[in-house]
């Protein structure tokens, strides 16, 4: 299995059709969400192409250039994965969620020696904030949305991530609609801002510099930066 996974990576014809083979090789049904990425990452899997190499390093930019001009003191990823993307970035004070627990493990290890961040598993589905004590200046989502394959999943994360902004939301992510793929669900995040965050208006909008590239899919993307305020 793990070959012909090798195969199908450098050959680009098929690696166009990679999601769907990948569903095919997978011989079962979706687990859902929560089930995929707490085994991905027990498998020893990473947050994928988008939390390294160029594409970090260009997401690490746009946001470390933010931080820095609205001079942001507290900020809260909803998705922080393992942590690769989070160690270009210079957080004042930073609280990062994710729904693995094993990946909340490698981020609590790799910053153990960090006292300005905090991890916490989270799961939008069984997560009320009432007395609001998840709360930061800035809020992220970092190419988490389209991997949101469930409506219902969706929609409370998106609100929970508005919610919990007290002045910014910045989101990284492909802006428009698609069928689900296996563990992927594409979807036009843009309009469902426009129409369910009304307290929140579009300041910026930054395209991807590295547009997807099927020959190389590990260091090019389809998504990009939407930058939110509450006015």
């Not at 296996?182 to 909008?205: C, G, L, P, T």
Request: glycine fraction near 6%; proline fraction near 3%.
């Amino acid at each position: 299995m793990s070959s012909l996974k090798k195969v199908i990576k450098k050959t680009p014809v098929l690696n166009r059709i990679a999601p769907y083979l990948n569903n095919l090789l997978q011989n079962n049904k979706f687990p859902g969400t929560g089930d995929y990425w707490e085994g991905h990452y027990k498998a020893g899997g990473n947050s994928g192409g988008g939390s390294y190499n160029r594409l970090a390093e260009f997401k690490a930019k746009v946001i470390n250039e933010f931080i820095v001009e609205t001079n942001i003191k507290s900020a809260m990823e909803f998705g922080c994965g393992d942590g690769n993307n989070l160690s270009l970035i210079k957080y004042p004070k930073y609280i990062g969620l994710d729904i693995s627990p094993t990946a909340i493990k490698i981020c609590i290890n790799k910053f153990k020696n960090d006292l300005s961040k905090s991890f916490y598993v989270y799961n939008s589905l069984a997560f009320r904030d009432s007395q609001k004590l998840f709360i930061s200046e800035l809020c992220l989502s970092l190419d988490v949305i389209f991997h949101l394959v469930e409506d219902e999943l969706f929609t409370k994360y998106m609100n929970d991530l508005f919610e919990a902004s007290e002045k910014y939301v910045i989101i990284y992510s492909r802006d428009y609609s698609e069928n689900q793929i296996y563990h992927q669900k594409s979807r036009s995040f843009s309009k469902w801002v426009d129409e369910n965050q009304k307290a929140f208006r579009m300041i910026k909008k930054i395209e991807n510099p590295y547009k997807f590239d099927p020959k190389d899919p590990e260091n090019t993307s389809n998504a990009l930066f939407i930058i939110y305020e509450k006015y």
